[in-house]
């Protein structure tokens, strides 16, 4: 660590000697200096000198001598960079300490800090997300509490995540208008404010972009595209008659539309709960015991809501007692839906709003047993 000649100076130019001895030692004035008994070695008549004219210190008894730096060192028993900080201090005078290099280094640390910060957030959302990575610790018996405590994490299999939702002509169309050689530009706007301060202190975080690989967004339409293709075989595998249905006739019959809306579930949407559809109202088979908040949090998993978001919803339903069945919540589990709803909106519920407000309906006025 470096400081300038000019800093040392400064700090005892506006560090009177006569002041800072005088804190400690008893100095009385002896025609254009000052003397007292030495703090240095024990006497009864004083031979402790100290020059205001040159900012020195001389014992003639013992022999220590020095200025107002190595008198606060030998009295405070600090080093010199700790000297020079105290009475750098006591002047209102900043110390720098260390050269242009010595400080990218420092900075460079601590940005790769906090870049490794965001990057175990991200990491602990993806195992928080992942009922599979989460299972594979608990075997292990590695609690909840001890995932959080420590920031575990999961990485996926790619290092990016990307949730993509578009309509397949939308995802086609940025096919065809890619002009980047093989990647299509990501508009990240929305997580300058996340980052903002958080990489580089006191700079303005103003652009955040990446690339997406074109032929993963073919591979979206492609398996949109065979999904709706095997969904299309199994209708007319399981219910032919579904062929000859027109838009503005008659639906089918109300055993076939049930048929219909399982096969529609299980393709399109996989396993996520028991929806049945007729026309354009729907309605969701609840598979939940009265009172028996175990089962709230599993239908609300398998709905769609993550695990955390479901476990947390089944508990503040248990703790509370509604009204009626047409007021199913209480304060408490309003408050929650207030606040998490827009899970369903952002993506992080793999459900949409709609359906999360009815699940999250259905489900409490089956607990309740008013439904």
């Known amino acids: 660590m470096q400081i300038s000649e000019e800093i040392i100076q400064k700090i005892k130019e506006q560090n009177d000697i006569v002041d800072i001895i005088s804190e400690t030692v008893k100095l009385k004035r002896t025609g254009r200096n000052f003397s ?13 000198s100290v020059s205001q004219e040159k900012q020195i210190y001389k014992c003639f008894g013992c022999g220590e001598a020095g200025n107002v730096i190595s008198f606060v060192m030998k009295t405070k028993n600090m080093q010199f960079l700790e000297a020079l900080r105290y009475l750098a201090d006591r002047a209102n005078i900043h110390l720098d300490f260390g050269n242009k290099e010595n400080n990218k280094t420092a900075q460079k640390k601590d ?8 990057a175990a957030r991200f990491f602990f959302s993806n195992l928080m997300n992942n009922q599979k990575s989460k299972e594979y610790f608990l075997n292990r018996g590695i609690r909840i509490e001890t995932i959080k405590r420590f920031g575990l994490g999961y990485a996926n299999d790619s290092w990016n995540n990307y949730s993509v939702r578009e309509s397949i002509a939308a995802v086609d169309e940025l ?4 002009t980047k050689g093989g990647s299509l530009g990501i508009n990240a706007s929305n997580l300058i404010l996340l980052l903002q301060g958080k990489i580089y202190k006191g700079y303005a975080c103003n652009d955040i972009s ?21 969904l299309t075989i199994e209708f007319e595998k399981s219910i032919p008659s579904a062929a000859h249905i027109t838009f503005g006739t008659q639906g089918m019959d109300k055993d076939n539309a049930s048929k219909a809306q399982q096969i529609t579930q299980q393709i399109i949407y996989g396993n996520v709960g028991n929806a049945i559809s007729g026309g354009s109202e729907s309605t969701i088979n609840v598979n939940i015991q009265s009172h028996n908040k175990e ?10 809501i993550s695990e955390e978001d479901a476990r947390d919803f089944s508990l503040i339903v248990a703790s509370e007692t509604p009204s009626s069945s047409e007021e199913p919540f ?32 259905e489900a409490a ?4 047993g008013l439904q």
């Open 111 to 118: 940005l790769l800090y906090k870049i490794n910060v965001e």
């Open 330 to 361: 209480g304060e408490g589990a309003k408050n929650w839906i207030a606040s998490n709803i827009r899970k369903a909106a952002d993506g992080t519920w793999k459900v949409g709003m709609a359906v999360a407000t009815k699940v999250l309906t």
């Open 295 to 304: 089962s709230v949090a599993n239908y609300l998993k398998d709905s769609g």
């Open 175 to 178: 096919v065809k208008v890619s």
């Open 210 to 230: 990446g690339d997406i690989s074109v032929v993963s967004l073919s591979e979206i339409s492609q398996a949109v595209r065979n999904r709706v293709l095997e």
């Open 365 to 368: 006025l089956k607990y309740y």
């Open 36 to 48: 007292g008994l030495c703090p240095f070695h024990n006497e009864k008549s004083p031979s402790f």
